[in-house]
């Protein structure tokens, strides 16, 4: 089949589709490099508003492509969406994108049936779930930056990779443009904000988005929904999801309204870090019913980048996930499978202070990430063999989430914790942090007492250990903590 665009380029497209649904067939070019949406028409409609319609359609890939493109042409943006590419005009009126292989669709993680087909490859691995959760948060943030909705954030549209932990947004050429172009779809089911599924709203927004994401993100690190639980609030079964999903809505771990809670409830946001975990609590609690409340996908893109500091392997060979969170407090075990770990007997756990004015015209080191019921978070780096400390941990004026470009500042290693079984000792190796000073307790950090750690060189991380990772009242302080798991 050959597709002409609205370029005036030509295209060799299959002749049968491999995907098809309510509003086209999707086909594939016969190179493996593109699918092309061709669009259908609901049926009995009218000449004329088939006309007005693909007008529309046409109006809202254009723009998609050109003024409201977050692709553009970066290769790091490109990974993250299956981005409309062209407009078809002929056999029938449609959009082409980039064919996405070597990934799973998501939906294939949250079915008993599908998930035993996965090959381990395609299971992958907990860390890299992780890493595909913190790309979902950045792709959604990137679509916020323009005021731009998704409308149906799911699990048919994300396909992911976590070994490798990548991820890719599909079903971008019906994207809600502001002031422009109104939804041709208010979502799935399961992934609509309370407001949309009762009728209270009427139109997807990034609002809900930011509802959607956050569903997307609980089922994916903590294999459950969050308010599908036991509860029932109807004989019928549909009015029953309906309520359960909408005006009823209830997280499942509600910290008071125990009533949805399953009886054996395994894998919890409690098992996440305390920044994560409330976050799932504002979305779900605080902002389920509130949508102002909800976090903006740059939050979730922030927690959980930091939480990948806290990530330890499981000792368990057997172990599916093979990862975890370590937790604040000990026992240090695996949620999934109850492993004890005893990889080492003690972990450093360095706890991250920044600098801030005091009214006296001093400063004082505090800790930072105060979450939405104002207290702050204790933001650790766990240490583990090969643990990298990067720039975003040493300045806070650098940003741990990814830039406009699609890169951040500074990627390269600055230092990386070691184990030294010889002498039982954790180190931190000084590769490239210039300004790398230690000493051993002290309340103040300008009364002195710092000692050079040159580079190249290592530094014990002991008990009561102060790092100064840059310099004085501008960068920030670890402060070593030795914890038994």
């Not at 997280?251 to 799932?280: C, G, W």
């Not at 975003?392 to 470009?405: A, E, I, T």
Request: charged share 20%.
């Amino acid at each position: 089949m050959e597709v002409v665009f609205s370029d005036g380029t030509h295209e060799q497209y299959e002749d049968v589709p491999f995907s098809e649904g309510a509003q086209g067939a999707i086909f594939r070019s016969r190179d493996r490099k593109h699918v092309v949406k061709l669009f259908k028409a609901p049926p009995n409609m009218p000449p004329a508003a088939v006309a007005r319609m693909v007008q529309d359609r046409n109006r809202q890939i254009d723009a998609i492509i050109g003024k409201y493109n977050v692709v553009g042409n970066d290769p790091y943006w490109e990974a993250l969406f299956a981005w409309p590419l062209k407009r078809a005009v002929q056999p029938r009126p449609g959009v082409s994108s980039r064919y996405v292989e070597g990934m799973t669709r998501l939906d294939n993680y949250f079915f008993g049936s599908s998930y035993s087909r996965l090959t381990p490859e395609q299971k992958g691995w907990w860390i890299g779930r992780l890493a595909c959760a913190i790309k979902m948060a950045r792709a959604v943030a990137r679509l916020s930056t323009l005021g731009l909705c998704h409308s149906d954030l799911s699990e048919k549209n994300v396909f992911v990779d976590p070994l490798s932990g990548t991820a890719t947004i599909l079903d971008c050429d019906s994207l809600v443009i502001p002031n422009e172009m109104p939804a041709e779809v208010l979502g799935t089911p399961e992934y609509m904000a309370p407001e949309l599924q009762s009728g209270k709203v009427r139109e997807p927004s990034v609002v809900t988005d930011r509802h959607a994401l956050a569903v997307l993100l609980y089922r994916w690190l903590l294999f459950q929904h969050p308010l599908l639980g036991p509860k029932r609030h109807s004989t019928n079964a549909e009015l029953d999801d309906n309520l359960a999903l909408g005006a009823n809505a209830l997280y499942i771990e509600h910290p008071t309204d125990t009533s949805n809670r399953p009886k054996h409830l395994q894998v919890t946001a409690e098992t996440l870090s305390p920044r994560v975990r409330d976050l799932f609590r504002r979305v779900f609690v605080e902002g389920l019913h509130n949508p102002a409340l909800r976090p903006t996908a740059d939050l979730w893109e922030e927690a959980l980048s930091e939480m990948m500091d806290r990530v330890v392997p499981c000792g368990n060979p057997l172990c599916e996930q093979k990862f975890f969170v370590a937790p604040d407090v000990p026992p240090m075990s695996c949620p999934l499978c109850k492993t004890r770990f005893t990889a080492f007997p003690q972990l450093p756990y360095l706890k991250l202070r920044a600098p801030r004015p005091t009214r006296t015209g001093g400063y004082e080191y505090v800790d930072e990430n105060a979450s939405f019921q104002g207290t702050p978070y204790n933001r650790y780096i766990v240490g583990y063999p090969g643990r990298p400390i990067y720039n975003w941990h040493v300045h806070p004026n650098v940003s741990l989430r990814v830039g406009q470009s699609g890169a951040r500042t500074d990627s390269h290693n600055r230092g990386v914790i070691r184990y030294d079984t010889n002498r039982s000792e954790w180190f931190l190796e000084n590769i490239a942090l210039p300004d790398l000073q230690a000493r051993v307790g002290g309340a103040d950090p300008a009364s002195g007492g710092w000692s050079p750690v040159p580079l190249g060189s290592r530094v014990a991380l002991r008990p009561n250990t102060q790092l100064l990772l840059g310099q004085l009242n501008l960068d920030r302080i670890a402060y070593v903590e030795m914890k038994a798991v």
